[in-house]
């Protein structure tokens, strides 16, 4: 190794030590901001994967305009690691709705949403999913017909995220004709209308019914998580003997978040689950007795 090389690698390990020291204390990242960014970005071009999705999500929780051209880069390069380039789709998605004037950012992700890589057109339509921007909606319902599934994925999870109630229209339509990997997307993302929770509940309720398992395991979850069991108690009961065992064992293991008192009234529902053929719902039934029935 020559003596340039030696003092390039060494040159390279404090870099890295630097940055290291950045990440691992973000209090310190902001005391030095100026100096730090600069740093980060130096940074970028040598660190590991692991380190490179740290310094991406220090950069893009903290720093704004300076750091968008960077993050736009690595998202661009077709030789970055797919995980870093969907880190700095996230953070730009994050950054976005901070900046002055997007516009120009907003341009050149629109225009990437056509280009022939998919990981790409996923990563642009994911850093264009910040509320409010209203100028990526129809390039974005372009890409739920595009043929590739992570993609439709990336354009449902941007849409949700503009907070646009047209948009939750246009979804709730596509749950109708969509595919089921797409039909899947849009309930997991339906959360994201925090302020029409009781019409994405209805939702839910409905999707209850519905005759393919996936989605009717997707609604008792996702229900839960957005309006809590106490408020659907009758649906729960009714799933406690349906036939997609998976079913049976998620509809006991949320009445096991009950209280004891409350776990009375399912007692005999219970009881008959400890007798299910399948271990893992007669597992979920048993930790439901013991708690309403403690020692």
């Known amino acids: 190794m020559t003596k340039n090389n030696i003092i390039l690698f060494q040159s390279r390990a404090r870099l890295l030590k630097k940055a290291q020291v950045y990440v691992e204390d973000p209090?310190?990242?902001?005391?030095?901001?100026?100096?730090?960014?600069?740093?980060?970005?130096?940074?970028?071009?040598?660190?590991?994967?692991?380190?490179?999705?740290?310094?991406?999500?220090?950069?893009?929780?903290?720093?704004?305009?300076?750091?968008?051209?960077?993050?736009?880069?690595?998202?661009?390069?077709?030789?970055?690691?797919?995980?870093?380039?969907?880190?700095?789709?996230?953070?730009?998605?994050?950054?976005?709705?901070?900046?002055?004037?997007?516009?120009?950012?907003?341009?050149?992700?629109?225009?990437?949403?056509?280009?022939?890589?998919p990981i790409l057109r996923a990563g642009a339509a994911f850093a264009l999913g910040w509320r409010g921007n209203a100028a990526a909606a129809i390039p974005l319902i372009e890409l739920l017909y595009d043929p590739d599934v992570q993609v439709q994925q990336a354009a449902?999870?941007?849409?949700?995220?503009?907070?646009?109630?047209r948009i939750l229209g246009l979804l709730l339509d596509r749950l109708k004709h969509a595919s089921l990997e797409q039909r899947r997307s849009i309930l997991y993302n339906l959360w994201r209308y925090s302020d029409r929770r009781e019409t994405v509940a209805g939702v839910y309720l409905r999707i209850l019914d519905h005759a393919e398992d996936e989605l009717r395991v997707d609604a008792l979850v996702l229900l839960g998580m957005i309006d809590g069991i106490k408020h659907h108690l009758p649906a729960y009961r009714k799933f406690l003997k349906d036939a997609d065992a998976r079913i049976r064992e998620l509809a006991y293991t949320e009445l096991a978040g009950l209280t004891p008192q409350e776990l009375v009234a399912?007692?005999?529902?219970?009881?008959?689950?400890?007798?299910?053929?399948?271990?893992?719902?007669?597992?979920?039934?048993?930790?439901?007795?013991?708690?309403?029935?403690?020692?």
């Open 27 to 117: 209090k310190r990242f902001l005391e030095e901001r100026e100096q730090a960014v600069p740093l980060l970005l130096k940074a970028l071009k040598h660190a590991d994967r692991g380190l490179k999705s740290r310094i991406v999500l220090l950069l893009g929780g903290f720093a704004k305009e300076d750091i968008v051209w960077p993050l736009y880069r690595l998202l661009t390069d077709p030789a970055e690691d797919e995980e870093v380039r969907h880190d700095a789709a996230i953070q730009l998605s994050v950054t976005g709705s901070f900046l002055r004037n997007p516009q120009a950012l907003i341009d050149q992700l629109v225009v990437n949403l056509k280009n022939k890589d």
């Open 156 to 165: 449902v999870n941007a849409l949700s995220n503009l907070q646009d109630d």
């Open 266 to 295: 399912f007692k005999s529902d219970i009881e008959a689950g400890l007798a299910d053929p399948e271990a893992k719902v007669k597992r979920a039934a048993l930790k439901a007795f013991q708690k309403m029935s403690p020692p």
